[in-house]
């Protein structure tokens, strides 16, 4: 649960989706990044050290860049966490369903 509040937070900023967003595609470096955002280099590192905390992300050094991609293991965490929801919800949709075909049946 601690794990979801960290990346829920994190991913609650406008800023730190589209930044999340942006390495869907793969790994970018901050200068990549930041092309186009409406907020400064230092700020997308500051963002992008956000979403590695929540465990989001993972970087690694480039020469002298740091490159930024998702970290699967911490967006299966997440994931796994909003399963829960969706497996919970199916499986009272399909309760409602059945009462409601019993009910027609009488």
Do not use: C
């Amino acid at each position: 649960m601690a794990y979801a509040n960290a990346a829920l937070t994190a991913l609650g900023d406008p800023t730190r989706r589209e930044i999340f967003e942006r390495l869907a595609s793969g790994p970018r470096s901050v200068g990549e990044i930041a092309h186009d955002l409406p907020v400064s280099r230092p700020a997308v590192s500051q963002h992008l050290l956000r979403l590695k905390e929540a465990g989001l992300v993972t970087d690694h050094a480039e020469g002298n860049r740091r490159v930024y991609r998702i970290d699967p293991a911490g967006l299966g965490a997440l994931r796994q966490w909003l399963d829960r929801f969706w497996d919970d919800a199916l499986a009272a949709f399909k309760a409602e369903a059945e009462k409601e075909t019993e009910e027609k049946q009488r």
